[in-house]
């Protein structure tokens, strides 16, 4: 059992190129979510999806897009990549209808804009 | 939102003694409140949790304390191992949604 699987785990970037991070999860959890992790600030919620072709904007989502196309799978996208964004990204998933449940987090990806 | 204030932000104790950290959160309406440990290069794990209508929970070595009139919650780490160094985060959950706010986390290290 994988539980949450980020990928890639680093990448370097120069400004203005776009890339895709991807989350998958075989929980077959309803809700998912991606956070940033900067030193400091703790983690903040870029998007979240709380079903299959759904998605919301969480607290710092500009900049960023999201895709739920499948249910095991969460996206998100940088189109124009701005050293701001230079950040580690965490997914966590979540069990559906179950409210008093905790995330399951991914292990993370390192970005770095230059 | 939540407002979730964590400390201290780092912390250092000697083996075998114990660790506390606190946070206080800002709206009432929170009422789910779980702890994070993140170990280096790893995401955050889920340690404890505790539920708005309890006041006190343990696991073995950790246990968390919730008073909701002073709006505070606490993570106790009793006889620490140097493998409780971690990075620990405290999170709020509001009954209105399943978003969590996280607080900015507390740098334990623990010496041997």
């Known amino acids: 059992n994988a539980g949450v699987t980020q990928t890639p785990k680093f990448r370097v970037l120069k400004t203005g190129q776009s890339m895709t991070l991807l989350c998958a999860q075989d929980?077959?959890?309803?809700?998912m979510y991606w956070y940033r992790q900067d030193p400091g600030m703790g983690l903040r919620l870029i998007h979240y999806s709380v079903g299959e072709g759904t998605t919301a904007k969480g607290e710092v989502p500009d900049g960023y897009n999201v895709s739920r196309l499948k249910k095991q799978n969460f996206l998100l996208g940088l189109e124009s990549a701005a050293p701001s964004q230079t950040s580690v990204y965490f997914c966590?998933?979540?069990?559906?209808?179950?409210?008093?449940?905790?995330?399951?987090f991914g292990s993370g990806t390192r970005l770095t804009v230059v | 939102g939540e407002n979730v204030e964590q400390h201290p932000s780092t912390l250092s104790v000697q083996e075998g003694d114990s660790a506390v950290i606190k946070c206080t959160y800002s709206d009432s309406a929170s009422n789910y409140f779980p702890w994070y440990k993140q170990e280096l290069g790893k995401g955050p794990q889920l340690i404890i949790d505790i539920r708005s209508n309890v006041g006190e929970k343990k696991d073995q070595r950790i246990a968390v304390t919730l008073n909701k009139t002073a709006k505070h919650f606490s993570l106790h780490i009793t006889e620490t191992q140097p493998e409780d160094s971690a990075v620990y985060f405290c999170a709020a959950r509001l009954n209105t949604g399943n978003q969590f706010y996280f607080g900015t986390g507390t740098s334990l290290t623990v010496i041997p």
């Open positions: 929980m077959n959890h309803e809700y």
């Open positions: 966590a998933s979540q069990e559906g209808g179950r409210f008093f449940s905790g995330y399951t």
